[in-house]
């Protein structure tokens, strides 16, 4: 019905031609004539040509398909046809165009950052298009960074803010076709390596992971080579590459893992690589360490070797001190540490020398070896003996002593490095062996068992002993001894009610033992048999006091010296006369404390007085007072500061020997005084001077404990007891048991069987006639009844009789006493 029809090529058309007459049947089928006059044919069975006809003989008409136009396909066709001889026709002129065509534009880009970059958008369209940019929605027009091409848009110096997605607009004015293609512009960035430390420690014989970081896009990928044997370490043993994160794995370090490796990040963008230096630690180990020997002022060296990675440190240390020596001179230059290190294979050797010039005694043990580096440390100790001739320094020259023929052994000790052999000499003559004079051993210990049968066996015994280095002699004696002589001089020291004390000055001990002790015997001055004397003994050096005594009675001492040998004589007896009863001693402080000196106490409410127990003074002490008062010092006097604030209180206990006084005062002074008392008065007191430390006044303290520790555990003990009677008798009252419920059991038990041997109180039958056992003895009754019971024939017995029967003492009520085994 269209003479004309424009058509975009590529497109398929298709076109009609029928004839329009009154009797259709008088119409030849019509037929489609290119427009270079050829017919066009139909199509083959089984075919679809470019061109082709296709019949449709119910409504005589023919159809023209076109598929694919081309721009040669353009023309005038016609469509011709008879009716009744008269020919017809009709035409239709095809006109084509080239539509948007996108040849080149790629809808997902990639651009590389800081690189100029075309995001490709060629458009082919006949007449041809014009072509806009748009990012985002903005458009973009030429300019320093943008320029816009014929087939797409240049940007220059790529930036990671180029990255979006670009619009692309085709328009054909002359048709008046629009297109637009979206394109998507990803900026690729160059792997960009993370900064971080260019050395990495790792352990031998552990597992390692070095990290490597850097930034891309699109994110990179990881390779790991070793720089010295370029080996790619993703397929070397023990070595694990992660391709996505860069991080590398070494199982087993091993020393020779040391050196340097290369990280390299690749992606689309680019490529970057750093290098990292790895240490590999290798803790110290020892391997040489030898004990050595010089003799006494000679040089002396002990030489240690370590190998490690890096090199360690090498340091020696004398076992008995603490502190290493340094390294270098020491002790003023005598002694000298040297060290050294080398490379050996893949670990550092080092080594280290001490040298000690002329050697003592001192000098001689362990010394330690100390390698350290980053990987550990490691220690070994070396022996560095001195050797030196025999010496007896440690030999005492205490004689030894023997009395009635009795056995003694002589020792003698040499010390010396090597060991030394001892002889022995008796007069400057060799010691010969006798049947009262044997010798064991030869060095360095040898002893000489002498039984002195006679006089002539004590005297000078000499040890000598010898080594390669030298000889060395110590000389013993063998002296009798006698008993001590008698005491030179004894005084009367300190007195009181009940005991005594004495200065003792001993005899002299230039010709026996020394004296171990001293003993006197004392006795009433009425007595004159020293046998019934009693007796005290003391050490040398201690207290010799004699306690105990009673008041006002008169004494006789004598006094005796003790060493190994017995007792000497006694010395002429002395007289003390007893004072009499009086108030107890004067309590001494358990320190050494002035009266008047000022005590600074560590607490700012209290102190803790401790003192020791006085002499009672023939009365037993019953209490303390502990008086307290603030004090000022006045012109260097102590005077108190008001009497209503001095505090007294009364501890009723013998043994007490402290007392902690509480609520006092900060920063103020006291005076503190302690009295013991008897019934014959108070003693004089002690006393001392105290100042509170600084600090906050407290209140609600507890009261102070005035119970002793005996009474304390006395007060515990009867309360378990009363709990047990409690749990006692809740047993009993409940479910019969326990101590009480036995008690009663076995009393009940026994008055029955009383009963059936003395008789029950209800009449019996009389019992068939039998002989009586002996009779029993009979107990009197508390009513100390000493007649013998009369015989009341029938009357029953009105009182409570006391027998003892079988050992044991029973009661029997009032009536006949009738038993098998009873006796009257």
């Known amino acids: 019905m269209q003479k004309q029809q424009t058509v975009a090529v590529g497109k398929s058309v298709v076109l009609t031609c029928q004839a329009e007459t009154q009797d259709p049947a008088l119409v030849t089928q019509p037929q489609w004539k290119d427009p270079k006059g050829f017919v066009i044919n139909e199509a083959a069975p089984g075919t679809r040509p470019e061109i082709y006809t296709e019949a449709m003989p119910a409504k005589q008409s023919q159809l023209l398909y076109i598929s694919s136009i081309t721009q040669a396909m353009a023309g005038n066709y016609t469509c011709v046809a008879t009716y009744t001889n008269m020919p017809l026709s009709a035409s239709v002129v095809l006109d084509t165009f080239v539509a948007i065509t996108w040849v080149n534009a790629n809808e997902n880009q990639f651009a590389t950052k800081g690189k100029d970059f075309k995001i490709m958008c060629e458009v082919t369209a006949e007449p041809a298009p014009s072509v806009d940019w748009f990012k985002e929605g903005t458009t973009i027009v030429t300019s320093d960074r943008y320029v816009i091409h014929a087939n797409g848009l240049l940007i220059k110096n790529v930036e990671e803010s180029d990255d979006g997605t670009y619009t692309c607009r085709a328009v054909v004015i002359q048709t008046g076709e629009l297109a637009e293609r979206n394109i998507k512009l990803e900026v690729y960035t160059a792997p960009e390596m993370e900064e971080r430390e260019p050395r990495v420690e790792i352990k031998e014989g552990e597992s390692a992971a070095i990290t490597c970081k850097a930034r891309g896009k699109p994110p990179p990928t990881y390779s790991w080579i070793k720089a010295n044997t370029r080996e790619n370490l993703a397929t070397t043993s023990r070595y694990s590459v992660n391709d996505n994160t860069g991080l590398l794995t070494i199982d087993r370090v091993e020393a020779g893992d040391y050196g340097k490796y290369i990280c390299s990040a690749v992606n689309q963008a680019g490529q970057n690589e750093t290098e990292i230096e790895v240490e590999v630690l290798v803790p110290p180990k020892i391997f040489e360490l030898f004990n050595t020997t010089a003799a006494e002022k000679t040089d002396g060296r002990l030489e240690c070797k370590a190998t490690g990675r890096p090199a360690p440190r090498i340091s020696f240390r004398k076992r008995s001190n603490s502190d290493p020596f340094l390294n270098g001179p020491n002790e003023e230059g005598r002694i000298i540490v040297e060290s050294s290190s080398r490379q050996t294979g893949d670990q550092m050797q080092s080594s280290a020398v001490i040298s000690i010039a002329r050697v003592n005694r001192t000098d001689d043990g362990l010394y330690e070896c100390i390698a350290e ?391 019996r039958a009389p019992p068939s006639p039998a002989p009586l056992p002996p009779p029993l003895k009979l107990v009197p009754t508390p009513t100390d009844e000493k007649e013998p019971l009369k015989d009341t024939g029938d009357e029953s017995i009105k009182r409570n009789s006391s027998v003892e029967f079988d050992g044991r003492r029973v009661y029997a009520t009032s009536g006949t006493i009738i038993g098998k085994n009873s006796a009257v």
């Open 373 to 763: 580096n980053e990987g550990g440390e490691a220690r070994k100790n070396g022996h560095l003996t001195v050797q030196f001739k025999p010496t007896f320094e440690h030999m005492s020259n205490v004689p030894v002593w023997s009395w009635n023929s009795q056995p003694v052994n002589i020792s003698c000790i040499a010390e010396s490095i090597p060991n030394a052999t001892i002889k022995w000499k008796f007069h400057e003559y060799d010691l010969i062996e006798s049947p009262h004079v044997k010798i064991y051993g030869s060095g360095p210990i040898s002893y000489v068992t002498v039984v002195p049968v006679d006089r002539s066996l004590y005297g000078v015994y000499k040890c000598i002993a010898t080594n390669t280095l030298g000889e060395a002699e110590h000389i013993m004696q063998l002296r009798e001894a006698f008993p001590p002589g008698p005491v030179l001089q004894v005084k009367q020291d300190t007195i009181t009610a009940t005991s005594v004390s004495f200065n003792i000055v001993g005899p002299a001990e230039d010709m026996g033992p020394p004296t171990l002790a001293f003993t006197t015997q004392y006795k009433e001055n009425g007595n004159f048999d020293w046998n019934l004397a009693m007796n005290r003994t003391w050490s040398v050096n201690s207290p010799y006091i004699v306690e105990n005594l009673t008041p006002m009675f008169t004494y006789d001492f004598r006094f005796a010296a003790v060493n190994q040998v017995g007792a000497g004589s006694w010395g002429a007896p002395i007289t003390v006369v007893m004072p009499r009863r009086s108030p107890p001693e004067q309590p001494k402080w358990r320190e050494a404390i002035s009266s008047e000196s000022l005590i600074h106490g560590k607490f700012a409410d209290r102190y803790e007085l401790q003192w020791k127990i006085p002499a009672h003074n023939g009365e037993p002490i019953d209490m303390y007072e502990v008086n307290y008062c603030p004090v000022l010092k006045v012109s260097g006097e102590w005077r108190v500061a008001s009497e209503t604030q001095c505090m007294v209180e009364e501890l009723r206990s013998y043994e007490a020997i402290s007392y902690e006084v509480r609520g006092l005062h900060p920063d103020t002074r006291y005076r503190m005084q302690v009295r013991a008392h008897n019934v014959l008065g108070y003693s004089l007191p002690a006393q001392l001077y105290v100042q509170t430390a600084l600090g906050v006044e407290r209140s609600g303290f507890a009261p102070p404990q005035l119970l002793s520790s005996g009474m304390i555990i006395g007060v515990a003990l009867a309360g378990v007891f009363i709990c047990l009677v409690i749990v006692d008798l809740l047993l009993f009252c409940f479910r019969r048991q326990g101590v009480i419920a036995t008690i009663c059991g076995k009393r009940a038990k026994k008055h029955k069987e009383d009963e059936a041997k003395l008789g029950s109180t209800k009449p």
